[in-house]
């Protein structure tokens, strides 16, 4: 591919090297540029190496300036306050660099891929089996498929894992009541879909917790049922994988109205690292990492205390010789660096299961599984909240299921795509398919347009809205793109680097040229929130170019036209490929 250096990389390069000619004795230097509103960037670095070398920083400006090389990037330099570089740059060098990205023959618009890629294991979007999805399951599936896409897109191996709660006691519990009554997983008129297949699993499960609370005889085989499972019994494994695999008939329906691809194969749930368990319980102990407390096997910190004062431990195995959480979390950090090869692990998890996942992380590190070339990071997301500011419940005080928190948001959609269509000329099937991109879109947007560890207000009236900070904002301006470039008839869109840019365009195009820049530091943070403020700004520049430079204006010379036609073609190439990265589709007509 062909990457593009953007208009900043090169001026820093500059201006660096500008630096070193003229101040020998400063050594290597950051210029310290930025956006300005007063040019198009400043370099604010020679204040800082003016006090080093006891310097007047206006003089050692004037001497920088000197010592850039003439050439097509910079049209205007002024030196400003305590030695505060003003930089202009030419139209042509952001019409040409433009001009590259849009070249790009692989169609990444001139986004490098980065030099440290490693191996990545992102663990999100963890359903539980025989459960019904709610809205807390939202984040972390909306987030950590948008991380996902933004890693891969930079150059990284990303590997995924969904780790489904499909171990322990309620399972017995499911199981032992499964071969007393055998019938009780059929589908009413033998139906297979995901809807149905949770609707049964959950009238399973009430039916056996009321036998299992009622009838201490059952109880006591049910707690059997789960020594069998775990020592691998063949019959209990096989009623296990009939109602797991129940369960995914029906993760994948909720997944599939997200939009979302999640493949059978990075499904590894608790159950994955059962062989490994003991072994990781034994490697702690023997290696001192562990020890044993009142019967348990446990890890204690200096830094995590009760109400009491006494330090609160991590559980790895029950004085029962049960296990708990956390020696699967140990197991699954074994599996993924010592099988796997990866050098991050990044859990995209609740903000309360904090503490639980500082410890689990500090324990791998005491082990050695963790290290300097190793990392694990929580990706800690808030929750969802109702417009009363309060966890979002339905009116009787439920949880919200997310089947029914997406169906309403592609129905309020549909209604505003709907009561467009006509200006538009949408069928009935561009209709629905409009509604529901815009709906899921409208969904996932409000939720990654908010940085991932605040809480946010789920208010669907809002997030269909045609203006301000919405995806059907972001939408509507592709769409509004690809209608332009529909009516140019004979016009195409062709770069003309020759041609002086209004204020509107230039702001439009140095805009454009941060695409690969906000990717990197997205990438880099795992902040999906900044590439939605991007697109944002993206779209805001677009409105302000439509109000003050007409495309398709007869009184437009001909290169204007064309001119115009390729900053707005590749706005939308950008819109679409941004919008993508965050798992939201762009419609051509809205």
Same mark, same amino acid.
């Given at each position: 591919?062909?990457?593009?250096?953007?208009?900043?990389?090169?001026?820093?390069?500059?201006?660096?090297?500008?630096?070193?000619?003229?101040?020998?004795?400063?050594?290597?230097?950051?210029? @310290?540029?930025?956006?300005?509103? !007063?040019?198009?960037?400043?370099?604010?670095?020679? @204040?800082?190496?003016?006090?080093?070398?006891?310097?007047?920083?206006?003089?050692?400006?004037?001497?920088?300036?000197?010592?850039?090389?003439?050439?097509?990037?910079?049209?205007?330099?002024?030196?400003?306050?305590?030695?505060?570089?003003?930089?202009?740059?030419?139209?042509?060098?952001?019409?040409?660099?433009?001009?590259?990205?849009?070249?790009?023959?692989?169609?990444?618009?001139?986004?490098?891929?980065?030099? /440290?890629?490693?191996?990545?294991?992102?663990?999100?979007?963890?359903?539980?089996?025989?459960?019904? +999805?709610?809205?807390?399951?939202?984040?972390?599936?909306?987030?950590?498929?948008?991380?996902?896409?933004?890693?891969?897109?930079?150059?990284?191996?990303?590997?995924?894992?969904?780790?489904? #709660?499909?171990?322990? %006691?309620?399972?017995?519990?499911?199981?032992?009541?499964?071969?007393?009554?055998?019938?009780?997983?059929?589908?009413?008129?033998?139906?297979?879909?995901?809807?149905?297949?949770?609707?049964?699993?959950?009238?399973?499960?009430?039916?056996?917790? =009321?036998?299992?609370?009622?009838?201490?005889?059952?109880?006591?085989?049910? !707690? /059997?049922?789960?020594?069998?499972?775990?020592?691998?019994?063949?019959?209990?494994?096989?009623?296990?994988?009939?109602?797991?695999?129940?369960?995914?008939?029906?993760?994948?329906?909720?997944?599939?109205?997200?939009? +979302?691809?999640?493949?059978?194969?990075?499904? =590894?749930?608790?159950?994955?690292?059962?062989? +490994?368990?003991?072994? %990781?319980? !034994?490697?702690?102990?023997?290696?001192?990492?562990? =020890? !044993?407390?009142?019967?348990?096997?446990?890890?204690?910190?200096?830094?995590?205390?009760?109400?009491?004062?006494?330090?609160?431990?991590?559980?790895?195995?029950?004085?029962?010789?049960?296990?708990?959480?956390?020696?699967?979390?140990?197991?699954?950090?074994?599996?993924?660096?010592?099988?796997?090869?990866?050098?991050?692990?990044?859990?995209?998890?609740?903000?309360?299961?904090?503490?639980?996942?500082?410890?689990?992380?500090?324990?791998?590190?005491?082990?050695?599984?963790?290290?300097?070339?190793?990392?694990?990071?929580?990706?800690?997301?808030? %929750?969802?909240? #109702?417009?009363?500011?309060?966890?979002?419940?339905?009116?009787?005080?439920?949880?919200?299921?997310?089947?029914?928190?997406?169906?309403?948001?592609?129905?309020?959609?549909?209604?505003?795509?709907?009561?467009?269509?006509?200006?538009?000329?949408?069928?009935?099937?561009?209709?629905?398919?409009?509604?529901?991109?815009?709906?899921?879109?409208?969904?996932?947007?409000?939720?990654?347009?908010?940085?991932?560890?605040?809480?946010?207000?789920?208010?669907?009236?809002?997030?269909?809205?045609?203006?301000?900070?919405?995806?059907?904002?972001?939408?509507?301006?592709?769409?509004?793109?690809?209608?332009?470039?529909?009516?140019?008839?004979?016009?195409?869109?062709?770069?003309?680097?020759?041609?002086? @840019?209004?204020?509107?365009?230039?702001?439009? #195009?140095?805009? @454009?040229?941060?695409?690969?820049?906000?990717?990197?530091?997205?990438?880099?943070?795992?902040?999906?929130?900044?590439?939605?403020?991007?697109?944002?700004?993206?779209?805001?520049?677009?409105?302000?170019?439509?109000?003050?430079?007409?495309?398709?204006?007869?009184?437009?010379?001909?290169?204007?036209?064309?001119?115009?036609?390729?900053?707005?073609?590749?706005?939308?190439? %950008?819109?679409?490929? #941004?919008?993508?990265?965050?798992?939201?589709?762009?419609?051509?007509?809205?």
């Amino acid at each position: 591919m062909a990457s593009v250096p953007s208009l900043a990389s090169t001026l820093q390069q500059q201006l660096a090297d500008a630096l070193t000619a003229a101040l020998p004795d400063a050594g290597a230097a950051d210029p @310290l540029l930025r956006r300005s509103d !007063r040019a198009d960037f400043q370099a604010n670095g020679i @204040l800082a190496l003016a006090k080093k070398l006891k310097g007047n920083p206006r003089e050692l400006a004037a001497q920088v300036t000197a010592a850039l090389p003439a050439g097509e990037l910079i049209k205007d330099i002024e030196v400003s306050g305590p030695g505060f570089l003003n930089i202009t740059l030419t139209d042509r060098a952001i019409v040409e660099t433009l001009a590259a990205r849009a070249a790009d023959g692989d169609g990444r618009l001139g986004v490098p891929l980065k030099d /440290d890629a490693g191996t990545t294991v992102i663990d999100y979007a963890q359903p539980n089996v025989a459960k019904e +999805m709610h809205v807390g399951h939202l984040r972390s599936a909306v987030i950590g498929d948008a991380v996902v896409k933004i890693l891969e897109f930079t150059g990284e191996n990303v590997v995924r894992r969904h780790h489904i #709660g499909d171990w322990g %006691t309620q399972f017995g519990m499911l199981i032992q009541y499964l071969i007393e009554h055998p019938g009780a997983l059929r589908h009413e008129g033998g139906a297979s879909d995901g809807e149905a297949a949770m609707s049964t699993l959950n009238r399973v499960y009430k039916e056996s917790r =009321v036998l299992f609370d009622s009838d201490e005889e059952f109880k006591a085989r049910s !707690r /059997d049922r789960v020594v069998a499972l775990q020592a691998g019994d063949p019959e209990t494994l096989e009623l296990w994988h009939r109602f797991v695999d129940e369960s995914k008939i029906y993760f994948h329906s909720v997944f599939d109205k997200l939009d +979302m691809v999640i493949a059978d194969p990075d499904i =590894v749930g608790e159950s994955g690292y059962n062989d +490994m368990l003991e072994e %990781t319980c !034994r490697i702690l102990e023997e290696t001192g990492v562990a =020890v !044993r407390s009142e019967g348990a096997l446990c890890v204690f910190f200096d830094d995590v205390k009760g109400p009491d004062g006494n330090k609160v431990p991590l559980i790895v195995k029950k004085t029962n010789g049960g296990y708990g959480y956390a020696a699967t979390d140990l197991s699954a950090i074994r599996n993924r660096v010592q099988d796997l090869k990866a050098d991050t692990l990044l859990y995209v998890v609740d903000a309360r299961q904090s503490l639980h996942f500082k410890m689990v992380f500090e324990t791998a590190r005491r082990a050695g599984w963790l290290n300097e070339d190793v990392k694990a990071v929580q990706l800690a997301f808030g %929750t969802v909240l #109702g417009k009363d500011g309060k966890p979002f419940k339905t009116r009787e005080g439920e949880t919200v299921r997310l089947e029914d928190l997406l169906d309403e948001a592609v129905t309020r959609a549909t209604a505003v795509v709907r009561d467009k269509a006509d200006k538009v000329g949408l069928s009935e099937e561009e209709i629905v398919e409009n509604g529901r991109y815009v709906g899921i879109g409208a969904v996932k947007y409000a939720d990654l347009s908010t940085s991932a560890v605040r809480d946010y207000k789920f208010d669907l009236d809002q997030m269909v809205a045609l203006h301000g900070d919405t995806s059907v904002y972001l939408q509507y301006a592709y769409a509004r793109i690809q209608s332009i470039l529909r009516k140019a008839g004979d016009a195409v869109p062709a770069a003309h680097p020759e041609l002086e @840019l209004a204020p509107a365009e230039r702001a439009l #195009g140095l805009h @454009l040229d941060q695409f690969g820049e906000v990717l990197a530091e997205v990438g880099a943070g795992y902040e999906p929130h900044k590439l939605a403020a991007y697109l944002y700004q993206l779209a805001s520049h677009l409105t302000t170019f439509y109000d003050q430079c007409q495309v398709l204006s007869p009184d437009n010379a001909p290169e204007v036209v064309e001119n115009r036609l390729f900053l707005v073609e590749l706005t939308a190439r %950008t819109l679409h490929q #941004g919008m993508a990265l965050l798992g939201i589709r762009t419609p051509e007509r809205l």
